[in-house]
């Protein structure tokens, strides 16, 4: 149990060095993401000793089906955002990572799909990390890791709409936030 609380507490320093900025803002899209983060850590923390170990087995096999669709997901949104987003500074931008600073609505590749490939990305992680070894505790961290992944989405829109206006509101019209066709 110590090495697990040890991992945990360096895991949350090294989610707070990298959350620095988002953290002196509460309420901002980084403030909750931090949260959602660190359900995940919990997540992988408290199932990392039966990782694999049964990998063919229903819960074990769709945990890594979610995993991969996760990895998926972000490669797809990060390239889309730096090919696409021209990102540069932004005076909206203190909180944000560089590539997250674009100055163009991107609206095409992943994000022609769905509004938030990247906060997908983390919801797939949560779910999988939990079906490593499912469990009642297991379960209420990944209920508040959706959660806050759900109020992250919410603030980036607000966010959004606040930078990009109209344009932004018309691409929420016609597109679902995180599964497409569904969500």
């Known amino acids: 149990m110590l090495p697990e609380i040890i991992a945990f507490i360096a895991g949350t320093l090294v989610l ?12 901002s899209h980084g403030f909750y993401r931090f949260f959602a983060w660190e359900c995940i850590l919990a997540l992988v923390v408290m199932n990392h ?6 990998p063919w087995s229903l819960h074990q096999f769709s945990s ?21 987003g021209q990102a540069r500074e932004r005076a909206d931008g203190e909180s944000f990572y560089e590539w997250e600073k674009t100055t163009s609505l991107v609206t095409s590749g992943i994000f022609g799909y769905i509004r938030h490939p990247m906060y997908a990305s983390l919801l797939a992680l949560t779910w999988g990390a939990f ?34 206006g109209q344009p932004y509101a018309d691409y929420m019209k016609r597109t679902k936030g995180f599964i497409p066709g569904l969500l």
């Open 131 to 164: 079906l490593q070894n499912p469990s009642i505790t297991g379960l209420l961290i990944a209920d508040a890791g959706s959660i806050l992944l759900y109020l992250t989405a919410r603030r980036d829109e607000a966010e959004c709409l606040a930078y990009f």
């Open 64 to 84: 890594w089906l979610l995993m991969l669709s996760s990895i998926a997901l972000v490669v797809a949104g990060i390239t889309t955002l730096r090919q696409k």
């Open 49 to 54: 000793r039966v990782w694999g170990t049964d």
């Open 16 to 27: 707070a060095w990298l959350s620095r900025k988002p953290l002196r803002q509460p309420g």
